[in-house]
């Protein structure tokens, strides 16, 4: 016994001052199963370029965006704190990840507001992801409104302000978001072609690191007050106009009263080539609470600037039931038309290609969230 105990005591002695270390690191995360049943999926299809793009059975198992993640803060003094946080990807129906991979910074905190830099979600996106109600899912709002801005940027600074009775403002910078140089002239980034309706493609430059030629700067203002929330995106730069597009703005709000709850979306992502197509978007949705469950729906459209060409839409109806706090399941049924592809935006561990420009595809989908 006393073997024992001493055996125990040596080990606290080594293993405390490691525990010291790192006691202010929270790990966190959240794991998303789907099983989901589609009509109308492509087998494989070849665009104009020669770029293959292959379908997938009619019954699929994804992991959407589901991540881990350790993050921590040290008191400075002075009201500042060292901030940092690295976010990982996991394909739960796969076995595999990828390090690093979503929002990873390291930063500065005070009464100033938030200074971090490195792969962040952009001021933009972040006002989408605040009133998406089927975000992440098969039925992922991105579907329709996505692209230009929307995205994580790797190689950026940001700079958040402290909330002045609700309003905050976000400013961001990236010198190379993608860091692989300068990408050709997609039509619209994420979104369908605009005249066949499909996917579309993105010849890639080759990787010559950090570029400040391809930067991109983007800024949102938020304000949240108890029921109401607000916000308006903003993006441009270098790499907007290195891949055919300008400006790119966002509105978006929301509302609560009772046990409902409405939303809405618009997007503008105006095209810079010499035969110019500007996209525009828009989603109303809303929700229901009863209790342990959450009924909701909502409608996306999109159109092109340009006669002939793609409108892509998407309607869908759900509902959630939270078994406590951190865990829930839920079921949806999708319909959409004109080239999207459901998951696309969810960051699904596999694509679906869903029917043709001119057919109306469906989803089926049931799936399990656990955030811890």
Not at 91 to 101: F, L, Q, T
Not at 226 to 244: A, I, Q, T
Request: glycine share 14%; aromatic share 10%.
């Amino acid at each position: 016994m006393k073997k024992s105990l001493i055996a125990l005591a040596v080990a606290g002695a080594f293993a405390a001052p490691a525990f010291a270390a790192t006691e202010n690191v929270d790990v966190y995360g959240k794991l998303h199963m789907s099983v989901s049943i589609f009509d109308e999926t492509v087998d494989s299809f070849t665009d104009a370029s020669g770029k293959q793009y292959r379908g997938t059975s009619d019954l699929q198992f994804s992991s959407n965006a589901s991540r881990i993640g350790f993050k921590g803060a040290e008191d400075l003094g002075g009201g500042l704190s060292a901030i940092w946080q690295i976010e990982s990807g996991v394909s739960v129906d796969e076995g595999s990840g990828s390090w690093a991979s979503r929002n990873t910074f390291l930063g500065l905190k005070g009464g100033f507001g938030t200074v971090l830099a490195g792969n962040h979600d952009t001021p933009l996106k972040l006002v989408g992801r605040a009133v998406d109600l089927f975000g992440d899912t098969m039925a992922d709002s991105r579907n329709v409104l996505g692209g230009g801005s929307d995205m994580r940027a790797k190689n950026t600074v940001a700079y958040i302000t402290p909330s002045f009775s609700g309003l905050t403002i976000a400013a961001a910078y990236t010198n190379d978001p993608g860091n692989q140089g300068t990408q050709i002239n997609p039509k619209v980034l994420g979104l369908p072609d605009p005249v066949t309706g499909l996917p579309s493609t993105s010849t890639t430059g080759i990787d010559t690191g950090d570029q400040d030629s391809n930067g991109a700067y983007n800024l949102n203002a938020t304000y949240t007050n108890g029921p109401l929330y607000l916000g308006v995106g903003y993006g441009d730069g270098d790499f907007h106009e290195n891949n055919g597009l300008a400006e790119h703005w966002r509105l978006a709000g929301g509302y609560t009263f009772g046990n409902f709850k409405v939303v809405g979306q618009y997007d503008n992502l105006a095209d810079d080539t010499p035969a110019g197509a500007d996209y525009t978007a828009w989603m109303v949705g809303g929700a229901y609470t009863m209790g342990n469950i959450v009924l909701k729906a909502n409608y996306m459209a999109g159109e092109f600037d340009c006669n002939g060409c793609a409108e892509p839409t998407q309607w869908t109806i759900g509902a959630d039931y939270n078994l406590s706090k951190r865990t829930s399941v839920y079921a949806l049924y999708a319909s959409a038309e004109d080239g999207v592809m459901f998951g696309s935006g969810a960051g699904a561990s596999d694509t679906i290609l869903s029917g043709d420009s001119s057919g109306d595809n469906t989803v089926i989908s049931v799936g399990m969230v656990h955030s811890f």
